[in-house]
């Protein structure tokens, strides 16, 4: 078991052993899931991959609008390992 010390603004800091447990690098983000026993769950943040997430990314990124075919088009070249960069 780890003992940390809370300081007087509330703060926490673990050690590196226990980030490297967690698998959690510098810069990345903890989740802690409070239970009503006054427990609480800590593990790394991860992203959960949802399709929904990805929707709107690249939302005003560019002007040229793509028909359908050439979606599919591009889809299958990337599939096939033939990704074309740059303009056709």
Same mark, same amino acid.
């Given at each position: 078991?780890? %003992? $940390?010390?809370?300081? &007087?603004? @509330?703060?926490? %800091? *673990? ?7 967690? @698998? ?6 903890? &989740? $802690? !899931?409070? $239970?009503? !026993? /006054?427990?609480?769950?800590?593990r #790394?943040?991860?992203?959960? /991959? =949802?399709? !929904? !997430? *990805? *929707? /709107?990314? $690249? +939302?005003?990124?560019t002007?040229?609008?793509? %028909?359908? &075919?050439?979606?599919? &088009?591009? #889809? +299958?070249?990337g599939? #096939? @390992?033939?990704?074309?960069? @740059?303009? =056709?």
């Amino acid at each position: 078991m780890a %003992t $940390l010390t809370v300081t &007087e603004r @509330g703060q926490v %800091t *673990f050690r590196k052993k226990v980030l490297e447990h967690l @698998g959690i690098k510098a810069g990345e983000k903890i &989740e $802690l !899931d409070l $239970l009503p !026993d /006054g427990r609480g769950i800590i593990r #790394a943040a991860r992203p959960s /991959g =949802k399709i !929904d !997430d *990805f *929707f /709107g990314v $690249l +939302a005003g990124k560019t002007k040229k609008v793509a %028909t359908i &075919e050439e979606m599919n &088009e591009a #889809a +299958a070249r990337g599939w #096939a @390992g033939k990704v074309k960069m @740059g303009k =056709k």
